[in-house]
């Protein structure tokens, strides 16, 4: 680690005790960085912009808004209509949700194409997972806070869940709720939860950030870096990249808050919450669909609910379900197939769960739900076993591959690198 | 402090016990931290409604609300108490009597809430589904109920619950 030499003479006095100029410009200024990126490793820093922007949105709705089932559905209401610019935050802090999951989403999937799960980012990984479902239960919370029937028929229903769990369900199911139903009681723990998780995923994130320094980022090709050809300094190569990305990102999200702000949403949910009616058709937002598809699939109870967090689970074993000594997708012919599969299983899923569960759909979520585990723990496992991968790079400045390589030196070097 | 330890067994004592007592601290405080989850003592102080049955049509029911959940009251018909009582208990899930579910066979009181995940059923209306078996409906997931409450098709687990009354006179139920 070479000490910069700081100009400003502030800087350098405060530096010398208090290091933190120091530590930026070694993480974020010459931190080397593979050459090779492309605008798929793009999705961590934008998550980053929609982590903060979620925040910053969600302290001011809290300045007017009334965790109460008397007047919370009212409150949101004058946001919108009242409160200087308050639709503009509240739009921002709705859809924002959405964007980031879509994000997170694209961030997740470009992992399981180049396999970055592998060691040694196994930690980097679960982290990763960590964050999404800290995500999945803040998101959850917040969408019950506007106290709309969709609020109100989700809470109960995902409540509901955990009162599948043998012999001591239903106890916890009242612990919930502080009640024996949905009530202000919940509303008001809803709040307080949907106001601290947001800064336990920052605490997650730092983890995050922190394993993924350690060793870097992967690429591409999936293979390590091999010396000092193989990189860049972060800054201002990623830097100005990841900004031109972010104006990407805010142009398409600054679209969707100004002409189609409720697009994502559920009409339903401007109907104020009423426990004696049940709306016809409840869904959940779509980020929850392919979850729900899965939870649906299964007739039966505890199954169901076991199945969906499952569905997570096994992303918090993959580094271990998949030991191909391959990472990326690029050199693994079927597992890249197998990965496009799977992506379309998923899109699937998420359709399943916005339709009703009857018939057809059922049938597909059924099979489509099969798919999914039947991927990661019998083809992924069969795959690292079976698969005749492509021969590896050299290095990353040197991607035309040698004559003879194979998959040999890199599982080499992943078990050096453990 | 000499290397060679006297009484060994001692030192493990009194490391077990200060780890447990360290444990049964922590226990004792996360307790009351826990605890204030689970319904306050005005939630739980139980209340209870009286219903006027007389003014439900036979084959009608009405829906009150006890303890902030929906409960249904349904005036029977002969033919839906028959269909009821005919049900051999081996096709059941949940197998329960249709008498064993009622103070009078006309009247039926259950819980209006799905006991797989506590959506509202449809059937309390007129020209709402009633499912195949001409009981409830639940829209959320698909289970279907009988004329008893009873679950028949579907992901929810048991029958429609039976909430704790007794007729006051001939015409006035309590409910809690
Ligand atoms: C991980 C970051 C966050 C996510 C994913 C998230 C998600 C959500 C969602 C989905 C809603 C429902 C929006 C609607 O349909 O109306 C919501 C509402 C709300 N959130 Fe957040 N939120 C986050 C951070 C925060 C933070 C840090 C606060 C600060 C207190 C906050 C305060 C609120 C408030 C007051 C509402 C109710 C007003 C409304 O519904 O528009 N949120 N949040
Ligand atoms: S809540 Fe009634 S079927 Fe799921």
New interface residues.
Partial sequence: MSSPEFKNPVVKWIDHRLPVFSFMHHELHEYPTPRNLSYLWNLGSLAGLALVTMIVTGIILAMHYTPHVDHAFESVERIMRDVNHGWLIRYIHMNGASFFFIVVYIHIFRGLYYGSYKAPRELLWILGVLILLLMMATAFMGYVLPWGQMSF?GA??????F?AIPWVGDSIV????????V?N?TLS?FFALHYLMPFMIVGVVILHIIALHRFGSNNPLGIDVSGKQDTIPFHPYYTSKDLFGAMVFLTIFASAIFFYPNFLGHPDNYIPAN????P???VPEWYFLPFYAIL?AI???LG?VLFMFGAIAVLFILPWLDRSPVRSGRFRPLFKLFFWVLLADCVLLGYLGGK???GIYVTLSRLATAYYFIHFLVILPLLSVVEKTRPLPQSISMPVTGAGMSAAPAAKRGKADV | MSDTVENQGRRDFIVVATNTMLAVGAAAVAYPF?NQ????AD?LALSSIEVDVSGIEEGQAI?V?W????VFIRHRTAAEIELAGQVNLDDLRDPEGDMDRVEKPEYLVIQ?ICT?????PLGQKIGEVKGDYNGWFC????SHYDTSGRIRKG???TNLEVPPYAFLSDNVIKIG
């Fill in positions: 028929w109960t229903v995902i409540t509901n869940l009162s009242v612990w919930l709720w502080g009640g024996f139903s009530d009681p723990r426990p004696l009616q049940t016809a058709h409840i649906r007739p039966d109870k169901g009703p569960a009857e | 826990i989850m689970n319904p306050a939630t829906t609300k303890r902030g959940k929906p209006g797989h995940l506590g959506c509202v829209p959320c997931h698909g992901p929810a687990p």
